[in-house]
């Protein structure tokens, strides 16, 4: 079964599934300014170029609260076959009025996360083990903020570059949910190092069961011997930043450390992985928390996948096996419980 806003459902009667999204998001609190009058600018054609370098060149792309906005994407991407949406977001960005009104609105199912991303709130970092685990405990069997809008995977847990103390308690809290349910782990590791791997060791320690696991985000930087290493353990992996394809020039990084891989490089990487084996271990999604991704804003929006990049899978000779257990078949067995 899988677990939606609106209950459970069987998982054999979910199509194509976006298994690592975001409906609302605010990322604009970790920028520093770049020094650039464009700063603070609005988004717009007029600097879009800005953002297709850096994405956080300007502060309001960092910033999704539009409801309508949502609605009108997701709408995008029902019509071009999609069936689900995770939002894998932690915190107040799953509110529950708001989900349920984009699910009605647009036909598309929704599930929910628990768990904490990277160092949380201050209200966050007070809490022990323990309380973090009995939260996500509480978020999975009974719902969120005393709803009954129950949670239906656990992630993004964040982990950093160099895990905080906090981070560790949120990991092995989360680790040891997942074994006592059953639940799937998404783990957000560190984009252009190893730790992935040392997240994932932390994970299977605590009790977690690595073909539960799905380690996130290695598509940034595409190295072969790190992927590779995490798929021998048993454990998944997430190509989810296709349409992100930034240089990142040094003068506007901010938190970012290096440059994106591009579609086409990660098509091909794909290939390779398909070619080795690994199809059943590989998870899609675009993971969109830039305005600049939305179709409204200049992007290819939540319909990338399907309307750009399973073309291009199929150009490039991934078979349609290997794309509906990347698409559909892999997200629906993490998801389900």
Partial sequence: MITTIFGDIEAKTVGHILPHEHVMSDMSR?????????????????????????????????????????????????????????????????????????????????????????????????????????????????????????????GEVGTGDKMTDFQKRSLRAAARAQRDTGAGLQIHASLWTREGLNALDMAIKEGAKPERICIDHVDV????????????????????????????????????????????????????????????????????????????FGGWGYDHIITNIVPMMEDFGISSTHIERMTVLNPRNLMDK
């Fill in 221 to 296: 930087k595409l190295d072969e011997e790190y992927i590779l290493s995490i798929l021998k353990t048993g454990a998944s992996v997430e190509f989810d930043d296709f349409g992100k394809e930034f240089y990142c020039d040094q003068r506007r990084t901010n938190f970012l450390l290096g440059s994106f891989a591009t579609d086409v490089e990660r098509v091909k990487f794909l290939k390779m992985l398909c070619d080795k084996g690994y199809s059943k271990q590989i998870l899609l999604s675009q993971d969109i928390c830039l305005k600049s991704m939305f179709h409204q």
């Fill in 30 to 154: 970790m920028l520093k300014p770049t020094g650039d009058p464009e700063f603070y600018e609005p988004l717009s054609l007029s600097n879009y170029g800005l953002v297709r370098l850096n994405p956080f060149a300007i502060r309001d792309n960092a910033i999704i609260r539009d409801e309508n906005l949502i609605i009108y994407e997701l709408k995008k991407f029902k019509e071009a076959g999609g069936d689900m949406f995770v939002n894998l977001g932690t915190g107040r960005s799953r509110n529950p009025e708001s989900l349920k009104r984009i699910a009605e609105a647009t036909g598309v199912k929704i599930c929910i996360s628990c768990g904490k991303y990277l160092d949380g709130t201050a209200e966050d970092q007070a809490m022990t083990e323990q309380e973090i685990y009995d939260e996500i405990i509480n978020d999975l069997t009974v719902g969120i903020y005393g709803t009954d809008m129950r949670a239906g995977v656990i």
